[in-house]
């Protein structure tokens, strides 16, 4: 079967229980929100495609269970995955504090060169809120980790946090490619085609699962 | 080329969607019990899924490989480039070599059950587990050896060697998402050690869809071993089943329903407008997830891992055999279920026949449970009610007890009435005349055990004064010693009246010539008991004591002389005269203090005629007396009140020593009156009241005329003790239980004990004396009938064998089996 897309992303969402994450995919994968909280079972995955600089980038996106039991089973999931979001909920302090846990977590199960991102949902709940913005920031900072606060109910800076990451990974992709490949082959658009183009897909692929 | 419009995308999302919900099953299951059964149906479902997935678009023919275990000769092809699958072939040929003649034990497990086409389970089982795990053997092994994830990932980076170009794993989205997803599964804790229940405790994740349409099955009841198997089973996954081929088995076996019936304790169902559901409840009192029955659509949830196969293993509820067939009912009648298609009418009426079997079976089994049950419960009521009472009345209205009219109409229908004399076989006259005799009988045993208790309070009061005039010797001071012999003896007094509490300071303010004042110091020093004991063989006492003794003897023989006919009167008014009853047994207390009073108790001799002997007997103890009796003849008794003091003071020797004598409600209460009027006016009374009793002492000496024994004495004083501790504690709050009739109960008690020495008295006797004493008033009555009573309830006492007896029953009632 052909390959519908240029490149495929595997992306990862983790943060403690009820921030958001399953929330946050499926507004990002069917532009929808359910009030209702269903926690998620071990892992959950869903797919979209989109379009970035011209590229049709498949986004494979891995939803973790952030409950403490199913802790080591998605830390299975860490090592395949290409950028990782790490999500809090603005109006649990708890969760806010556990980011540096859940990047510990990353450093320890991770591939070394993943792509990271912090994101704080639920700021559509000002009045509740526990963490500001700037302590986000700040800890973004800290950690040199791209910051952003979403609300999958009112569907704000979701698609943006996609984006962004996926653009991230995409960039930094395209250099390794660069410093691998010869020089004067044709630009990072052209990147992937200009690898082998039957087996493209496959390789991607490859790297995505290299579990 | 859009991948949502490609025909098989729904297939291929559908056999993804499959391993989805089987990976989060198990992965719910290895969180809830930390790691996963191996044989569990958790497993075997995953496997199936992944095996549909890999099965799905194999280019069989191109690469020689043919209908059975495709996907493992795919595994051995594969094995030369992919190092994980090669350990995995390898330990695949190993557990085939083994045991290689298990082809049919797959139906065991699902009977049911064709064998999938793509299985490669056909030649072997899982190395040397009986039960037939040979299905999807080689994801099983790559599962448990974490390599899974790592053979499919290989696959799907070479799929196009093996697989069309529609094939789920060709295709760019599922190939890798398979991969991906294994992940998980491979990072589990996988056992061969099955946990309590292998039914895991959450409901199945809410994404997890269901089938909609109507599923027909095949429903079969299977005796294993272990007990009944209801099992449930796709059309699709029956032999023969048309469309067998190339089509996902996995949502069908995970369809596929299974309960051990032996394993359920409750069945609840629940009905609703939509739908019914079915939810079980282990043994472990664990629900299982519940099963929703569509009204109309037969629509059902999966549920993988109900139950595993007819595994052996022991189960104790015997008794929910009415429940499993209730279960049975409510699974064989449930129309939903049953299959309407007619696909499956073959299934259908095959079924019935042995369902009805089953059913009678079950039924059976059930009763003949229920009958042995009943067996046992019969046996626990023969040995309960012989705790209580062997004959059991089964009229209507026994819980009432026995009322006056249900005494009547008994006797009536027994005849045993003519009128109403008859009812105790007795005239009335005979019954009287039975109560004097049982009086008479009564107050001579009484007679008889007072003397011997004034004995016991004779050498208690010994013991004491003894210790007394010991440690005042050791004390040192030498001038106190007269004082000492003096307190002495009014320490007897006290005793013997028995009424220190009562014991009014003035008196002794008022009576300083007794010498009282110089008494008290040395008694407030007053020594321990084991001290008195020591001092109690003081033999420079006797020396001392030896001079002053004549005079006293001269004393008690006066009084003797005096009041000896006076007594001998009372006593004959006593028997003639029932009314005077108490009065009379008043009077032998007095006499026995007489006794008392004379020191009887060292020579334990106690015979009236010989007056004489015994004051000789007393001699030492009187002499100690004396010493104050010589300024004050009478003065014994009347220093009562200094032995008060004694008491009052809080010397814990005299204390000691005169508790065990009842010191609130004396038994001689009429003396301690007399003796309390008297602090003051010494002289007036004691030609009264004291002459009195030592007067008195003689009749009933005479009359018994007995010499008792010191093992006799002290077997009764050790009784005595414990009868007045016991005494004391009976039924305080009860109006009833005044000092007097406390006495009574106390009376009573110590009769029965002196008539039954060798059981003598064991706590609770009393407990049962009162009640009788409260309903006859009669000190003479009670102990006749509390006598009837012990003749059966002896027993029941510790030195009897019924406890032991009454245990063993109680031990048998609570368990049985």
């Known amino acids: ?211 | 080329m859009p991948a949502a419009t490609d025909p098989s995308a729904e297939q291929k999302e559908r056999l993804i969607a499959a391993v989805k919900k089987e990976v989060k099953q198990l992965m719910e299951e290895a969180v809830t019990r930390k790691f996963v059964y191996e044989e569990g149906g958790g497993v075997t479902a995953l496997c199936g899924a992944v095996e549909a997935c890999l099965g799905q678009g194999l280019r069989r023919r191109a690469l020689g490989l043919f209908k059975t275990s495709s996907t493992t000769a795919l595994l051995h092809k594969i094995a030369k480039n992919c190092p994980e699958a090669a350990l995995i072939s390898a330990r695949v040929l190993a557990a085939e070599g083994a045991p290689a003649t298990r082809s049919a034990s797959g139906v065991e497990r699902r009977p049911s059950a064709p064998r999938p086409p793509l299985n490669k389970r056909g030649s072997g089982s899982l190395l040397s587990q009986p039960a037939p795990q040979a299905k999807y053997l080689w994801i099983r092994l790559a599962l448990f050896e974490r390599q899974l994830a790592k053979i499919i990932e290989h696959l799907v980076n070479n799929a196009t060697k093996y697989y069309e170009r529609d094939a789920l794993v060709a295709d760019p989205d599922y190939g890798s998402i398979l991969s991906s997803l294994l992940v998980g599964p491979c990072a589990l804790e996988y056992s061969k050690a099955k946990a309590p229940t292998c039914f895991w405790t959450d409901p199945p994740a809410d994404e997890l869809k269901d089938v909609e349409e109507p599923m027909p099955g095949y429903l079969s009841l299977h005796q294993t071993a272990s007990g009944l198997v209801i099992k449930w089973t796709p059309n699709q996954l029956m032999n023969g089943y048309a469309e067998s081929e190339g089509v996902d088995k996995s949502v069908y076996w995970a369809m596929s329903l299974q309960v051990c019936v032996w394993e359920v304790v409750y069945v609840h169902v629940h009905r609703s407008q939509a739908s019914d559901a079915l939810i079980l409840v282990g043994q472990d009192g664990v629900q299982r997830p519940p099963q929703v029955f569509g009204r109309n659509k037969g629509r059902r949830r999966p549920m993988p891992s109900l139950c595993e196969s007819g595994e052996t293993e022991e189960h104790e509820f015997e008794d929910v055999a009415a429940m499993r067939h209730t279960l049975l009912e409510r699974v064989v009648q449930s129309p939903p279920r049953t299959p309407r298609r007619t696909l499956a009418s073959t299934s259908t009426t095959s079924s019935d026949s042995s369902t009805i079997t089953m059913r009678r079976q079950i039924i059976s089994r059930a009763f003949y449970g229920w009958l042995a049950y009943c067996r046992h419960l019969s046996t626990v009521r023969t040995h309960l009610s012989g705790l209580v009472n062997p004959n059991i009345i089964p009229e209507d209205g026994a819980e009432e007890g026995l009322t006056e009219d249900m005494w009547r109409s008994l006797m009536d229908e027994s005849g045993v009435i003519k009128n109403k004399n008859e009812l105790f076989e007795s005239t009335a006259e005979e019954r009287q005349e039975q109560d004097v005799s049982y009086r008479r009988q009564y107050e001579t045993t009484m007679s008889e055990w007072l003397c011997v208790e004034a004995i016991v309070r004779q050498r208690d009061r010994e013991a004491t004064a003894a210790s007394i005039a010991r440690l005042s010797e050791s004390s040192g001071k030498a001038k106190i010693e007269t004082n000492d012999t003096s307190d002495v003896f009014e320490d007897d007094c006290s005793v013997i009246s028995d009424n220190p509490p009562v014991v009014s300071p003035e008196p002794s303010d008022n009576e300083p010539t007794q010498k009282k004042i110089d008494v008290k110091p040395i008694l407030s020093r007053a020594p321990s008991i084991e001290e008195i004991d020591n001092m109690e063989m003081d033999e420079d006492k006797v020396k001392d004591v030896k001079q002053n003794g004549e005079t006293d003897i001269c004393d008690l023989d006066l009084n003797y002389d005096d009041d000896d006919g006076d007594d001998e009167v009372c006593i004959k008014s006593v028997v003639e005269n029932p009314d005077l009853r108490r009065e009379s047994i008043a009077e032998i207390k007095r006499l026995a203090e007489g006794i008392v009073q004379k020191g009887e108790g060292r020579a334990l001799l106690c015979s009236v005629d010989s007056a004489n002997v015994n004051i000789n007997g007393n001699s030492t103890r009187s002499d100690e007396g004396q010493q104050t009796s010589n300024q004050h003849n009478t003065h014994s008794v009347i220093v009562t009140n200094p032995s008060v003091d004694l008491a009052v003071s809080g010397s814990p020797a005299s204390g000691g020593t005169t508790a065990p004598a009842s010191p609130a409600r004396s038994p001689l209460g009429v003396v301690r009156e007399e003796s309390h009027s008297a602090g003051a006016s010494i002289d007036t009374l004691d030609p009264e009241s004291r002459p009195d009793n030592r007067s008195n002492c003689v009749s009933p000496t005479s009359s018994n005329g007995g010499v008792y024994s010191n093992e006799l004495v002290e077997s009764f004083a050790l009784n005595l003790h414990r009868i007045e501790k016991d005494v004391q504690r009976c039924d305080r709050n009860y109006p009833f239980f005044t000092d007097e009739n406390l006495d009574k109960l106390r009376n009573i008690m110590c009769t029965y004990v002196w008539e039954h020495l060798e059981t003598g008295y064991m706590q609770g006797m009393c407990d049962l004396v009162a009640p009788l004493l409260v309903i006859t008033k009669d000190e003479a009555v009670a102990h006749a009938l509390f006598t009837q009573i012990m003749h059966r309830a002896k027993d029941n006492f510790p030195s009897g064998q019924a406890m032991d007896a009454h245990f063993a029953d109680m031990r048998y009632s609570p368990h049985g089996n």
């Open chain 1, 1 to 211: 079967m052909a390959k519908t897309y240029d490149c495929l992303f595997k992306l990862l969402l983790i943060g403690d229980s009820g921030v958001g994450k399953t929330s946050i995919l499926f507004r990002f994968s069917e532009d929808a929100f359910n009030i209702s909280f269903i926690s998620t079972i071990g892992i959950d995955f869903k797919i979209r495609t989109i379009d970035l600089d011209g590229k049709k980038v498949k986004l494979q996106i891995w939803d973790t269970a952030g409950q403490e039991r199913f802790r080591t089973i998605t830390t299975a999931y860490y090592r395949g995955s290409m950028g990782i979001m790490l999500v809090y909920d603005v109006t649990n302090e708890k969760s806010f504090e556990n980011i540096k846990n859940w990047i510990r977590n990353i450093e320890e199960n991770a591939s070394a060169d993943v792509e990271k991102m912090i994101l704080g949902n639920k700021c559509d709940l000002d009045d509740k809120r526990q963490v500001s913005k700037e302590k986000g920031e700040q800890l973004a900072i800290e950690y040199q980790i791209k910051f952003v606060e979403t609300s999958a109910k009112d569907s704000l800076n979701v698609e943006y946090a996609f984006y962004t990451l996926a653009r991230d990974i995409k960039a930094k992709m395209e250099k390794k490619q660069e410093a691998s490949n010869p020089p004067g082959v044709r630009g990072g658009t052209h990147l992937l085609k200009a690898t082998d183009q039957p087996r493209k897909p496959t390789s991607w692929l490859s790297r995505c699962s290299i579990l």
